[in-house]
Nanobody, 127 residues
Framework: QVQLVESGGGLVQAGGSLRLSCAVS????????MGWFRQGPGKEREFLAA????????KYADSVKGRFTISRDNAKNTVYLQMNSLKPEDTAVYYCAADSAGSTWYLAARTYEYDYWGQGTQVTVSS
């Protein structure tokens, strides 16, 4: 089992920044793909970014490319999502997820490809 705990959400004004953290614990996850998703009110869960833990290669959704950055800290077993130039439409619950079948050749972007999920953290962007 892998446990994921998100933190760092909150209320921010449009144009501001937030950094979300996802603390990872449990069985060896060194070859996992870690992903960030979000789900806005009345919307489906949306892929944002992924990183393969071992090599650090990344993948982004077009909607956040250039504004959001995913990274990981091996020493702290933590994955981050740095979010800049936030917009009201970024308001959502943000989730961290882990794909145990991760590889450097393919970074998953679909919810069903991820085995483990955090509880989510609310991000609200005011206009």
């Amino acid at each position: 089992q892998v446990q994921l705990v998100e933190s760092g959400g909150g209320l921010v004004q449009a144009g501001g920044s937030l950094r979300l953290s996802c603390a990872v614990s449990g069985r060896a996850f060194g070859t996992y793909t870690m992903g960030w998703f979000r789900q806005g009110p009345g919307k489906e869960r949306e892929f944002l970014a992924a990183i393969w833990w071992l090599a650090g290669n990344t993948k982004y959704a077009d909607s956040v490319k250039g504004r959001f950055t995913i990274s990981r800290d091996n020493a702290k077993n933590t994955v981050y999502l740095q979010m800049n130039s936030l917009k009201p439409e970024d308001t959502a619950v943000y989730y961290c997820a882990a794909d145990s079948a991760g590889s450097t050749w393919y970074l998953a972007a679909r919810t069903y490809e991820y085995d483990y999920w955090g509880q989510g953290t609310q991000v609200t962007v005011s206009s």
